[in-house]
């Protein structure tokens, strides 16, 4: 068993938290392992299922009321603005309020395949042995996105193995035993959502059940309040289905709208599917339930006609491409238990902390993150969804895993940090292809955002705040009732083509795919976010720009009241984010204007003209990097939040000493205990500035164990290694994956115009010995790596073109000539001291 591919559990899983997920993108799976029946042998596998397209509402949840005029966006954002020039921070805040839409949609669970093994012939009274069943196993291969589940049943082996083929989407659940009088077999699907028809067909053809369904028109957020909602008018949500079906060599028993049955199984094979009439992100759905499920059955029909051994075999390859683009090995004495969850307990009884104990832990978590967004976010090829190309929706807060109507947070896009760090992974860890349905969704809030830009402030361009969903939903949220902290914050679409651009930089530049994706993708969407930048900034009198009112994502200060004493407000002058979010797009149009050869470009010498009126980022009290140019006192001095600190990661603008310093004392005076994703964007800053010991101070958080229940929000891992907020959110998982891979190899930075590597730059000490195939560096550079008691011992370079570039590791700095497709080793003996010539 290969301990860093592998999760592996001695028992069913009891909890969602301890079940495993399976995913191809679009349909996605959690994996019980089957429990026990009470007062029998059978066991009942549920397979709760999702699909990535199955959410709430429709486009026109966008443009539901409030409506605001021109002149009344206007007005409160002058009155919020004027009340914030006079230093009534607190009225500002308040009238913010007013300003609020209502929410986005949210993501659903699905629906519930319920298999019922037992032997067939068993009488129902007997009952497993205390203790459970010495030969159960329930694993997931990561390699191999292969489930597997094995256990004995009055000594006959039963096996359940499942995956979820990405083309045709199909979950392919294979049943096996050695008992002689073979299994009894009992399927039946269900779903939370409403239910229009129950309907099965027996074997004529193959068995096959199905469930056509309704969805919600609006699923409030559960921390709102409110009921789900269904809707007569088709026109405001989806419809969809579910259909499973099933060969095997017993005897059918049954097959109608109640489920399928068969008994003397000894073999047998499920292909379930789910389908919808979504037909894009921010299009309007087409089709009927009836419609989806003549859909899925076809796409059941072309999955039983390549049979499950062309489908593994098919499924194997195409995971491989992707999970084997790159891997992280850890020396590690191998994991003898055979329960994940309790590895990680164990582990955390180290008073060194649980690497020190299992250092495997971390190549484990890393392989995992990689396996879920791989899982979450896929595109496809054509099919029955509208004849054309699934270009797949983004991965959200959950990935697309959820078993709840009311997800936490809606399980939605949230825009200000969470989205992002979803995907900050793809690039160096050869997982760019997974980006696609993130870029498939800034198209569509180029369209959406554009609207919002001219109805709340009269822009051009297009504008996001801080919540969205697959219909592109762009304003800002809170019925008029919630803090401006997390509601009012326009510039998220500023940080979401940020990943356009290192898209580029990551790529073989200069290629013609490349210079396509410049020129059709990436420059209307930054063009477009700039042009809402340059309409949002307003001049101050010393001649500056800046934005008022502004926020940093969910924070808070501490704000003097008028008439003396404080309180609490969020919206004041210029925060830090804006303007570094601001100055970042208008670098990037610049440099990719030169790129495209539109230097001329009207937008262009607008945002060239601003640059120098946006006032630097400072250090404020405390050595601190200014959060708001004023430098209010904060109010939640450990807030999970550090999104002043983007320049630092995953921004790249050169910081001088000082700013460093700023942002390390930032660092140190929010402090390290967070949530899962905080720490993980932590682990990122502390490992830009080169600060291997602070990374270790937070892997020693990010790994502790749910089993604790530490109370607010301190975050670990439940026992399926899903990472805490809590309670679970999936940034943390694919989180981890960028912060260690900044720790192994960076290259945001140049010298002299030539790309810079860095080797090793914060390695944790915990990971003394281990290696790195196929990491990438900008740009466009594969690199691997092997280092030895926590020194570099190997490196090798390959660039698809010709290039110069400059490697530095630790004191130590080279400058190499790369070749096109040529690995080129790294000669350590030649290293040359840091700022000497090469």
Known sequence: MRTEHTLVYDAPATDWLEALPLGNGRLGAMVFGGPSLPGSLAREHRFQLNDGSAWSGSPHSQDLEPHFSRERADAILAESRRQIRDGDYAAGHETLKELQHRHSQSYLPFADLFLTIGLSGDSGAANPAAGGDPAYSRSLDLARAVNSTSYEVDGHAVSVEAFASHEPSVLVISVETDAPQGLDLALRLDSQLRILRRAGAPASGPSSAWLELKL????????????????????????????????????????????????????????????????????????????????????????????????????????????????????????????????????????????????????????????????????????????????????????????????????????????????????????????????????????????????????????????????????????????????????????????????????????????????????????????????????????????????????????????????????????????????????????????????????????????????????????????WLADPEEWEPEHRHVSHLYLAYPGDSPLTPELESAVSASLDGRGDESTGWSLTWKILLRARLRQPGKVSDLLRLYFRDMATDRGGQSGGLYPNLFGAHPPFQIDGNLGFVAGLAECLLQSHRTSGGVPEIELLPALPPELPDGAAHRLRARPGVEVDLEWKGGRLARATLTSPKARNVLIRCGDAVQELHLEPLQATVLNLASFSPAGASA
């Open 216 to 627: 919600p028109s609006d699923v409030p957020p559960s921390h709102d309040g409110g009921a789900v909602e269904y809707s007569d008018d088709d026109s405001l949500s989806l419809q969809g289905a579910v259909a499973a079906a099933w060969e095997h060599n017993g005897t059918e028993e049954g097959a109608d709208d109640s489920g399928l049955a068969a008994t003397g199984v000894r073999r047998a094979v499920l292909y379930v599917t789910t389908e919808t009439t979504f037909r894009g992100q921010g299009r309007q759905p087409e089709g009927t339930a009836a419609e989806a499920a003549v859909a899925a059955r076809g796409t059941l029909a072309a999955a039983m006609a390549t049979g499950q051994e062309a489908l593994l075999a098919r499924h194997e390859q195409s995971h491989a491409e992707l999970y084997n683009s790159c891997s992280i090995t850890v020396d590690t004495p191998a994991w003898q238990g055979t329960n994940t969850g309790h590895r990680l307990e164990k582990a955390n009884t180290h008073p060194d902390g649980p690497l020190a104990a299992d250092p495997g832990l971390a190549a484990l978590l890393f392989n995992y993150g990689r396996y879920l967004l791989i899982s979450s976010s896929r595109t496809g090829a054509p099919g029955s969804r509208g004849g054309s190309a699934w270009r797949g929706t983004p991965a959200n807060l959950q990935g697309i895993w959820n078993d709840r109507l009311q997800a936490p947070w809606s399980s939605n896009f949230t825009t200000n940090i969470n989205l992002q760090m979803n995907y900050w992974g793809a690039e160096p860890t050869g997982l760019a292809a997974c980006a696609g349905p993130l870029f498939a969704l800034i198209g569509a809030l180029q369209e959406t955002g554009a609207a919002t830009a001219r109805e709340y402030y009269g822009a051009r361009g297009w504008a996001v705040h801080h919540n969205s969903d697959i219909w592109g939903y762009s304003k800002p949220v809170g019925h008029g009732a919630h803090s401006p902290e997390w509601s009012y914050w326009p510039v998220a679409g500023l940080w979401l083509v940020r990943h356009l651009w290192e898209h580029l930089q990551f790529g073989a530049q200069g290629t013609e795919s490349t210079r396509a994706f410049a020129r059709d993708t990436a420059w209307p969407a930054i063009r477009g976010a700039a042009e809402f930048a340059l309409d949002l900034l307003v001049e101050f009198p010393d001649g500056t720009l800046g934005t008022s009112p502004s926020t940093s994502p969910e924070n808070s200060f501490t704000a003097p009241l008028p008439g003396g004493g404080t309180s609490r407000a969020a919206a004041a002058e210029s925060a830090t984010m804006d303007l570094t979010l601001i100055r970042d797009v208008f670098l990037v149009l610049g440099s990719l204007a030169g790129e495209l050869g539109l230097e001329t470009d009207p937008v262009v010498a607008e945002a060239q003209a601003a640059l120098p009126r946006l006032p630097e980022p400072t250090v404020g009290r405390n050595g601190r990097l200014r959060e």
